[in-house]
């Protein structure tokens, strides 16, 4: 594999970048923002040339010369509709990250910043005399939307069902898959279930994502960080008590729901600590957790009628042979367990950046009206 790849995922208080060359990984680096700093912004998205010079900044102090750099390969933003795959950075997109109808998330900031370096590495070039150019790409952006018609349908007319899943690392995960039995991703059916701060659960056939829910919209398992689905009447009587705002209400769902609204904690290593040291509550949220998994993949089955090849469990979570284990001993009836820890999705973007430069992707382009 030839070229040299800049990777850029914006967390809410970093930024996780990697330079590969040749394929290989010459360095990755969390660029840590403080409190202090973060403060400084009114808006999330204001925060893009700060965290575009830390990057700069950062490459320079490695000696990685601007124009060396053949692509910049970016997490994907809440932007729709969009479908998965690789999309060139233009200013409809732009625009539409900016706007940030969909949400001022983090993540929306990597495709500016990746846009602002190309333009950086084509500049240097054109000063060296250098007429290739550098460009700027996103990969399987979260909110990606390949749903079938009828999961999409919900209870009432005003909520139908969306997606917003972990499309970048749970691809990567199916080709990867795909790969160890000799077939594409578009030669298999498979669930993948992403296990990190929060979690998502997603159909995969022929290479498209037929099916998940919406992690970040109180639609799923039980996470670390969120609470998942709830009853809806309980949900209703607090919106009204005049005891908790929108805001309020919000942040119990995502942020301080799940582990941390029963334990104050995030960190299941610690909750499965204290269940082997005999605390039976953190035994019963564990295996809690482990059920709310197991049923949106049993779930998932359905939509497909039980045809599935396997079912991959990756995130950070999948790192814990006891809950691997559990879920594994739920839902193996229904197909293989393959277990791919970690969130992969520095790798994954690489991944798809050196697809790019070898010719193997459809090179796709945002409007904002139509897939």
């Given at each position: 594999m030839?070229?040299?790849?800049?990777?850029?995922?914006?967390?809410?208080?970093?930024?996780?970048?990697?330079?590969y060359?040749?394929?290989?990984?010459?360095?990755?680096k969390g660029?840590?923002?403080?409190?202090?700093?973060?403060?400084?912004?009114e808006?999330?998205?204001?925060?893009?040339?700060?965290?575009?010079?830390?990057i700069?900044?950062?490459l320079?102090?490695?000696?990685?010369?601007?124009?060396?750099?053949?692509?910049?390969?970016?997490?994907?933003?809440?932007?729709?509709?969009i479908?998965?795959g690789?999309?060139?950075?233009?200013?409809?997109?732009r625009?539409?990250?900016?706007e940030?109808?969909?949400?001022?998330?983090?993540?929306?900031?990597?495709?500016?910043i990746?846009?602002?370096?190309?333009?950086m590495v084509?500049?240097?070039?054109a000063?060296e005399?250098i007429?290739?150019?550098?460009?700027?790409?996103?990969?399987?952006p979260?909110?990606a939307?390949?749903?079938l018609?009828?999961?999409k349908?919900?209870?009432?007319?005003?909520?139908?069902?969306?997606?917003l899943?972990?499309?970048l690392?749970?691809?990567?995960m199916?080709r990867?898959?795909?790969?160890?039995?000799?077939?594409?991703?578009?030669?298999v059916t498979?669930?993948?279930?992403?296990?990190?701060?929060?979690s998502?659960?997603?159909?995969?056939?022929?290479?498209?994502?037929?099916?998940?829910?919406?992690?970040l919209?109180?639609?799923?398992?039980?996470?670390?960080e969120?609470?998942?689905?709830?009853?809806?009447?309980?949900?209703?009587?607090?919106?009204f008590?005049?005891?908790?705002?929108?805001?309020?209400?919000?942040?119990?769902?995502?942020?301080?729901?799940?582990a941390?609204?029963?334990?104050?904690t995030n960190?299941?290593?610690?909750?499965?600590?204290?269940?082997?040291a005999?605390?039976e509550?953190?035994?019963?949220?564990?295996?809690?957790?482990?059920?709310?998994v197991?049923?949106?993949?049993g779930?998932?089955?359905?939509?497909?009628?039980?045809?599935?090849?396997?079912?991959?469990?990756?995130?950070?979570?999948?790192?814990?042979?006891?809950?691997?284990?559990?879920?594994?001993?739920?839902?193996?009836?229904?197909?293989?367990?393959?277990?791919?820890?970690?969130?992969?999705?520095?790798?994954s973007?690489?991944?798809?950046?050196y697809?790019?430069?070898?010719?193997?992707f459809?090179?796709k382009y945002?409007?904002p009206?139509?897939?």
């Amino acid at each position: 594999m030839n070229g040299r790849i800049l990777v850029i995922n914006t967390g809410s208080t970093s930024t996780k970048i990697a330079v590969y060359d040749s394929g290989e990984m010459m360095f990755e680096k969390g660029l840590t923002h403080s409190a202090e700093e973060i403060a400084a912004y009114e808006s999330v998205m204001d925060q893009t040339p700060m965290r575009r010079d830390a990057i700069t900044d950062f490459l320079c102090e490695k000696g990685i010369a601007l124009q060396t750099l053949d692509i910049a390969m970016a997490r994907g933003g809440l932007i729709t509709p969009i479908r998965t795959g690789v999309y060139e950075v233009t200013q409809e997109m732009r625009d539409a990250l900016m706007e940030a109808k969909e949400g001022a998330h983090a993540c929306n900031l990597s495709a500016l910043i990746a846009d602002d370096i190309a333009v950086m590495v084509n500049e240097a070039r054109a000063a060296e005399g250098i007429e290739e150019k550098c460009r700027a790409f996103i990969a399987d952006p979260p909110m990606a939307d390949e749903m079938l018609p009828e999961v999409k349908v919900g209870g009432l007319p005003e909520f139908p069902r969306r997606t917003l899943f972990h499309a970048l690392n749970s691809r990567a995960m199916v080709r990867r898959y795909a790969r160890s039995v000799g077939k594409t991703n578009k030669e298999v059916t498979v669930i993948v279930a992403h296990m990190g701060g929060g979690s998502s659960v997603s159909l995969h056939r022929n290479g498209l994502v037929i099916d998940t829910n919406d992690a970040l919209g109180g639609d799923g398992p039980i996470s670390p960080e969120r609470a998942g689905s709830v009853p809806a009447f309980p949900l209703v009587e607090k919106c009204f008590s005049g005891k908790w705002t929108e805001a309020q209400i919000k942040k119990r769902l995502v942020g301080r729901g799940g582990a941390v609204a029963y334990f104050g904690t995030n960190d299941f290593r610690e909750l499965a600590a204290r269940s082997e040291a005999g605390d039976e509550a953190c035994t019963v949220f564990l295996k809690g957790y482990c059920v709310s998994v197991a049923k949106y993949i049993g779930a998932l089955a359905t939509v497909v009628c039980g045809k599935v090849d396997a079912i991959i469990l990756t995130g950070g979570i999948a790192y814990s042979k006891m809950i691997v284990d559990d879920i594994r001993e739920r839902v193996g009836f229904i197909a293989p367990v393959e277990v791919y820890a970690g969130e992969n999705e520095l790798e994954s973007l690489a991944e798809n950046g050196y697809g790019i430069l070898a010719g193997e992707f459809e090179i796709k382009y945002y409007h904002p009206d139509r897939f």
